[in-house]
């Protein structure tokens, strides 16, 4: 009742004052609080550049070891395809206008066959750890959840053509050229060469060996194409996380 009677004798003038008093703590109050929430964005969001940063750099070392890997692996693919591709020139053409070791050599760069495995260890963990919504370039979160997926279809081939190289093709040429004479055209320069000649007329006139080679020159060409696709692609990608790392 004190407090009650105390209120109703306030005059105006000094209602006016508590009035003011009280919006101005009350106003004080909630500013203060804004700029605690602020400033604890201001930090939140400094964390996460940070973090991104770190992700970021590291990505980056990995797409441009990913880069250099189907550099080499397209090199060898092409060798691969052009070999294929002369020697079905030869096949409609006379073969005894070239040298032995020439010939040793373009049926032992048919046989190229690598495949292009990327790493991805760096883009698993930020899907898998949570952290893809620290990166802000939405294209570059679209080359995190897809890129892996979209190397399938070239390792699928490289891999079929891996076995198609192992099951089909060495057998068939072997049965004519040695493979000793073939691999020391692939690095293996101290394999010597076979006891047993070539058999090179038979050779250019068997209709298994050639069909192999057409089929090896399909799909090599079709396997480089997709290979060439994916690399623009990384390329782009790379260049939008290089920029992302420089802001």
Do not use: C
């Not at 008093?21 to 969001?45: H, K, Q, R």
């Not at 623009?232 to 992302?244: F, G, I, P, Q, Y």
């Amino acid at each position: 009742m004190k407090i009650i009677k105390r209120i109703l004798f306030i005059n105006r003038n000094d209602l006016k004052r508590y009035t003011a008093y009280a919006f101005f703590e009350i106003t004080l109050v909630v500013i203060g609080i804004l700029i605690a929430v602020m400033i604890n964005d201001w930090n939140e969001s400094r964390k996460e550049r940070r973090v991104e940063q770190v992700l970021l750099t590291a990505l980056n070392k990995e797409m441009a070891a990913n880069y250099a890997f189907l550099t080499t692996v397209i090199h060898y693919q092409e060798i691969s395809r052009d070999a294929s591709f002369k020697l079905l020139e030869i096949y409609s053409s006379d073969y005894k206008k070239y040298k032995a070791s020439a010939l040793d050599s373009l049926f032992g760069a048919v046989q190229w066959a690598w495949s292009f495995e990327p790493k991805v260890s760096v883009l698993n963990s930020i899907k898998t750890t949570g952290k893809l919504d620290v990166i802000r370039d939405e294209n570059i979160k679209a080359f995190i959840t897809s890129f892996e997926e979209s190397t399938k279809g070239a390792q699928s081939i490289s891999l079929f053509m891996r076995d198609f190289m192992r099951n089909q093709y060495v057998p068939s040429v072997s049965r004519f050229v040695s493979q000793r004479n073939r691999v020391r055209h692939l690095g293996f320069s101290e394999v010597a060469d076979s006891r047993f000649p070539a058999a090179y007329p038979a050779l250019f006139n068997d209709r298994e060996v050639e069909s192999h080679l057409t089929y090896v020159y399909v799909w090599r060409k079709d396997e480089v194409y997709i290979l060439k696709n994916i690399q623009e692609e990384l390329k782009k990608s790379m260049d939008l996380v290089s920029r992302a790392i420089q802001q």
